[in-house]
């Protein structure tokens, strides 16, 4: 057998290419195929002829972040570090090296880039033929915000701290006025004179009776005080940020408001506890999971989110095809929601809480005649009981918030009295028409088919960034910062998707 020599110091005779040290199916030539489908004209253009030191390159920081998005949203630091000794890193800097404070920054400045990234990694994945548009699963997941539930603030405790602030300030210009500019040891000429120290004296006064209701101050609202009384500047940003708080606490019904990331709302979470979460929605192509659309809000509710969701898919990919399939779960059954569906003839499943119940085999009562067992049937256009029996209608009342159906074929039911009461049934569905149809129409079985798709659609993107990137909790404060995020991991989610793909069919 013959060894080896050790070649540690051996160096190249000629320039080596890094892409000859990484594997050809490598991801960041994927990261490298995004970035250059964009344009960067305008944003270099703010960069070129200012004055000061070079600034780098934006699509070699987009090229690092993204990279470092599909490795697990690594952080600046570890983005810096990985330029440094990781070849692929290296590769995508094109040797440089900068530091984490840029990278930082660049994530800030430049949040309309890593939108249209993630566009770009939707257009790369449908040609790539993963993207079909024929069934899109919308729906949401809470994820824990950057904040503690221990520092929060409320009303009170805010008028609390302003009048402090405020007493405290008034006292410091007083003073100032009252003492100018004597200070050391020597005792000040406005203090011999007795009308002066009167004044100050109670100014003490009243100061020390404010600083008693400090005592009614939570532990958050007294740090907060603590950091005010370092100087007058520090008096100042911390009172602009109270009304900042007050501002933020009036958007919310919400009672208290966290200090930490006070655009963060209190919701609860899977685990039934509550805490200060954002609400992150997506739309996916039930095909082979590409995410259509990301965005992330502090509504607690998904009530809302169905229409933004859908016009982010039409500003991604283009104009929906008439009757694509849009699922959602009870959390978005609407009027709103689903009087937009039919107005843009899309093909709406959106479950209702009784198909949500039977899905989850959770019986609301024990009673075999409930409305939940009662199922209408849109060939027959009528209601059929738990016994089999045809409901025909006898009348129906509607007006723009409920539907009621009535019928009298319960006369002769040997049932009638556990069922019905003086031989007639109502039925009453709440909703507008558009609504009702819904309702009526996921009463088939052929509807419930469809719309069972949405779960294997939308819920195992979900698991890939809670338990693969484990993203359990975001690392930004506020919705911009922290939307730029959320775009990141939708990022990485397609990214993934088509590398996985290319490699599996390779």
């Given at each position: ?36 489908r ?13 004055p ?75 040609e790539?033929?993963?993207v ?45 006025k ?9 005792i ?117 989110e ?11 990919i ?18 709103e ?107 088939e ?53 088509i ?8």
């Open positions: 057998m013959v060894l080896k020599d050790d070649t540690i110091n051996q160096q190249f005779l000629v320039p080596m290419d890094l892409r000859d040290l990484i594997p050809n199916d490598h991801p960041c030539y994927l990261v490298q195929n995004v970035v250059d964009m344009d960067f004209t305008d944003v270099d253009d703010k960069y070129r002829f200012n000061g030191a070079h600034a780098y390159s934006r699509k070699m920081l987009l090229r690092l972040v993204l990279m470092g998005s599909f490795d697990g949203g690594l952080s600046g630091r570890e983005l810096e570090r990985r330029s440094r000794t990781d070849v692929s890193y290296m590769y995508l800097a094109g040797l440089q090296r900068p530091d984490f404070r840029t990278l930082n920054r660049f994530k800030v400045e430049e949040k309309e880039l890593i939108n249209v990234a993630f566009q770009k990694s939707i257009l790369i994945a449908k790539e033929g993963l079909k548009i024929n069934h899109i699963a919308i729906d949401g997941t809470k994820i824990k915000a950057k904040a503690s539930i221990n520092n929060i603030t409320d009303e009170e405790q805010l008028k609390m701290l302003k009048n402090i602030l405020n007493d405290s300030i008034e006292l410091d210009e007083e003073e100032d009252l003492l100018g500019d004597d200070s050391g040891n020597s000040p000429k406005s203090l011999i004179d007795k009308e002066s120290f009167d004044k100050i004296s109670e100014k003490i006064e009243n100061e020390t009776s404010e600083s008693k209701n400090q005592e009614k101050l939570k532990s958050s609202s007294k740090k907060l005080l603590k950091q005010a009384f370092k100087s007058k500047k520090d008096r100042e940003k911390v009172l602009n940020k109270i009304e900042k708080l007050e501002k933020e606490l009036e958007k919310t019904n919400q009672k208290t408001i966290s200090l930490n990331d006070p655009e963060s709302r209190w919701m609860l979470n899977k685990k039934n506890k509550w805490e200060f979460d954002y609400n992150l929605q997506i739309g996916v192509d039930e095909y082979k999971g590409i995410m259509l659309s990301i965005e992330l809000t502090n509504n607690p509710t998904d009530v809302h169905l229409i933004p969701q859908i016009e982010q898919i039409k500003e991604n283009g104009p929906l095809d008439e009757n694509t399939q849009i699922s959602a779960d009870n959390g978005y059954s609407t009027d929601n689903i009087e937009y569906l039919e107005e843009e003839k899309l093909d709406g499943y959106i479950s209702t809480r009784k198909l949500s119940r039977k899905l989850k085999n959770n019986k609301n009562n024990n009673n075999p005649y409930s409305k939940d067992n009662f199922t209408f049937n849109l060939k027959k256009d009528a209601y059929i009981c738990p016994e089999g029996k045809i409901l025909n209608q006898k009348g129906i009342y509607e007006n723009p918030s409920k539907t009621v159906y009535w019928t009298n074929e319960c006369k002769n039911c040997k049932l009638k009295e556990k069922c019905v009461k003086n031989g007639y049934r109502r039925i009453t569905d709440y909703g507008n028409s558009s609504k009702i149809r819904m309702l009526r129409k996921m009463e079985e052929w509807a419930q088919k469809i719309y069972k798709k949405r779960s294997k659609t939308v819920e195992w993107p979900f698991g890939n960034i809670k338990r693969n990137l484990r993203i359990n909790e975001f690392n930004t404060i506020g919705t911009g910062r922290t939307n730029t995020e959320a775009k990141l991991l939708g990022i990485s989610h397609n990214l993934k998707r590398h996985n793909e290319k490699n599996k069919n390779n």
